[in-house]
């Protein structure tokens, strides 16, 4: 910890030369590395004394490949991620969405979700900033839904391990959801639902921050900053969901996977949303068990439907905005929230 | 002796933020005087929507992620 502090601390890091110099060349790599998964996971497969294509071989495999996949990709993704956020901040989203009280602020609040850096700590300094400066309520939720819910770590592993079609469809269903539900809550007045000194309170003006001048420099160690904090956090998270999914891949029989996450059984929607709820877990720990999920024969309302209440709705945000909403207003935006996951759910295990 | 508020409801960035102001305070010779605000009440009323967030004498200077050393020391000799 004190190596840590004392590592950011140092006045100025690498000089810009190298981080320019660098980005080609930690790209070259990446790429490298990528492209020779398959090739370095049959031969990390084969060191098993085990059938290649028994059910404890076909588990091995897909462990060894996803794992150094869903590393890289995390890494890419997390990097680009960050140094595209280093041009947004919650105080300039702020000033953006405030005031804009048309149909078009709750788009507009899910697209500022997605591109905003902020962190579940700060959701109620931010959710207090917003209502406080003016933003409707349903613009809010728009945004705080959508942050999750379409975040690009989730987008691009479900890109990059289930193809472009799903991540598109999950793209289009999860904006709609999430621009649709802060409609819906914005236009049922839920304001008397707030707790009694949210309401009360008046930020006043907001202080002027002065922008901080970035370089590109800067911006790209911003990118690599995030990578150590995130991928260092979400890595356990990632092998946990692989070993799920490397589980379901090799030992589930496929039968089963109809019976219980197929299309015929229309309970599996609502089903998927109320064990996915309680599930916290990173976007980076659940695309792997969607991908067995999916290679299995498993629904795909169902599967998006469980995907999306896992990582839209968790029970930690929840808690902690329990200081600033009732538990009546927590309800309903759950309600909400939950009715678009399901439509989803049943419309695509009805149409494909 | 300058004033800095510390404002972030208690992870560990906001840690690490807090450390930081200390160790650039040390370095700089500084006699200064660190709080830290945890309250989510007085983190939204000073303006900060993202933490952790650092206040000199009563001016916000700086929100989001762990501020940069050499800016810090900028702050702080200012």
């Known amino acids: 910890m004190t190596a840590e502090t004392h590592e950011n601390a140092t006045p100025r890091g690498l000089p810009d030369w190298v981080w320019y110099a660098g980005l080609p060349l930690a790209a070259i790599i990446w790429w490298a590395l990528y492209s020779q998964l398959i090739p370095f996971s049959e031969w990390v497969t084969a060191l098993f004394p085990v059938d290649r294509n028994s059910h404890t071989g076909e588990a091995i495999a897909f462990f060894v490949y996803d794992v150094p996949k869903v590393l890289l990709l995390l890494t890419g993704i997390v990097f680009v991620t960050g140094v595209l956020r280093s041009w947004f901040s919650p105080e300039k989203t702020r000033v953006i969405l405030a005031g804009k009280r048309q149909i078009w602020g709750y788009p507009l609040g899910a697209m500022l979700g997605v591109f905003t850096p902020f962190c579940s700590c700060s959701s109620v300094p931010l959710f207090i900033g917003f209502v406080s400066a003016g933003i409707p309520l349903g613009v809010t939720f728009s945004f705080l839904i959508a942050g999750p819910m379409v975040g690009p770590v989730g987008l691009g592993l479900l890109y990059g391990l289930v193809g472009w079609k799903i991540a598109t469809i999950y793209l289009v269903f999860g904006f709609t959801i999430a621009t649709v539900a802060g409609l819906v809550l914005g236009r049922m007045g839920l304001e008397r639902y707030l707790q009694d000194w949210v309401r009360e309170l008046n930020t006043g003006p907001v202080g002027d921050l002065p922008e901080e001048r970035l370089t590109l420099a800067d911006r790209l160690k911003i990118g690599a900053l995030q990578v150590r904090e995130i991928v260092g956090k979400v890595w356990i998270w990632v092998l946990v969901g692989i070993g799920i999914g490397a589980a379901i891949h090799g030992y589930v029989p496929e039968e089963m996977m109809l019976r219980i996450m197929g299309g015929e059984a229309w309970w599996s929607v609502p089903a998927a949303v109320v064990v996915g709820v309680p599930m916290y877990t990173n976007a980076a720990g659940v695309i792997p068990i969607v991908e067995a999920l999916l290679g299995k024969g498993a629904a795909l309302g169902t599967t998006l439907a469980f995907m999306m209440s896992v990582i839209a709705l968790s029970l930690p945000e929840m808690i902690i905005l329990k200081q600033v909403l009732t538990y009546r207003l927590i309800a309903i935006f759950i309600a909400v929230v939950s009715a678009g996951i399901l439509a989803t759910g049943f419309l695509f295990n009805v149409i494909m | ?78």
């Open chain 2, 1 to 78: 002796m300058k004033t800095v508020k510390v404002y972030g409801p208690g992870c560990k960035r906001c840690e690490t933020a807090e450390q930081m102001v200390k160790d650039a305070a040390q370095k700089l010779g500084l006699q200064v005087e660190v709080e830290k605000i945890t309250d989510q009440k007085s983190i939204a009323m000073a303006g900060v929507m993202s933490t952790p967030g650092i206040a000199v004498d009563g001016k916000l200077v700086h929100t989001g992620g762990l501020p940069d050393a050499a800016k810090l020391e900028g702050w702080l000799s200012a």
